[in-house]
């Protein structure tokens, strides 16, 4: 089983080749390696190349936001998607104005399209969120499926809910990168729970 996160002292990040953990998978599966090795030669190289590019250019200093739009940029990537959330319908204006500002084409499609009753997918009315009235599924798959068909260059997720991107990403023909995800309880920083981890330990231990 791989496990880089009990590594603990991550030799490959120095290159210090000779101190490689015994099931590290640069000695048991070395041609895994030369395998990705080809793929950035033939086909994602320049992908890789601009985001270092980017990592490099603002490091520290550049918010998220500046990093894509600079990714895209170098990229070539002059037609965004921007599937949003509801819940950031303002975020997503502003971030559309932000796009094209910059320059950038943006076709933007909201998780409530559709407006299909939650029912269509086979839950029951006790399982809403708010029971006894009409709730509109997310539909996270008319969101690709009508950005694919706007042939997006870049499509950009800004606060959809855990499995709803996992759905997103599965169907978008394009290329995606996350602007910002869906955790209400710690204003869409999900790194909270691991940095305040003493406040909320009860939350996320689970048995
Ligand atoms: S040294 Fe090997 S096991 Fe440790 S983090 Fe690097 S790749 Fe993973």
């Given amino acids: 089983m791989l496990n880089c996160a009990k590594c603990g002292s991550h030799p490959c990040y120095k290159g210090e080749l000779d101190k490689l953990p015994s099931n ?3 000695k048991s599966q070395s041609e895994l ?17 601009n985001s270092a590019r980017v990592e490099a250019g603002g490091y520290g200093v550049w918010p ?24 950031l319908r303002k975020e997503a204006c502003e971030v559309n104005r932000i796009f094209e500002s ?21 839950l029951r ?7 006894g009235q009409l709730e509109a599924m997310c539909n996270p798959v008319v969101q690709a499926l009508l950005l694919n068909k706007e042939q997006t260059d870049l499509n950009i997720l800004l606060g959809l809910c855990v499995g709803h991107d996992t759905i ?3 169907h978008s023909k394009a290329p995606i990168t996350v602007l910002a995800v869906k955790d ?3 204003g869409h920083n ?15 231990n689970l048995k």
């Fill in 24 to 26: 590290c998978p640069m």
């Fill in 33 to 49: 390696y030369d395998e990705a090795a080809v793929i950035y030669r033939e086909s994602d190289g320049s992908m890789a190349c």
């Fill in 64 to 87: 998220r936001i500046r990093e894509i739009m600079e990714f895209a940029r170098l990229s070539g990537f002059n037609k965004l998607g921007l599937a949003f959330c509801v819940g």
């Fill in 102 to 122: 910059n320059g950038f084409a943006v076709a933007s499609v909201m998780c409530k399209t559709g407006c299909r009753p939650k029912e269509e997918l086979g």
């Fill in 125 to 131: 009315d006790d399982e809403k969120v708010r029971p």
């Fill in 168 to 170: 997103f990403i599965k």
């Fill in 184 to 186: 209400r309880a710690t």
């Fill in 190 to 204: 999900p790194l909270a729970a691991i940095y305040a981890g003493h406040y909320f330990q009860s939350k996320v």
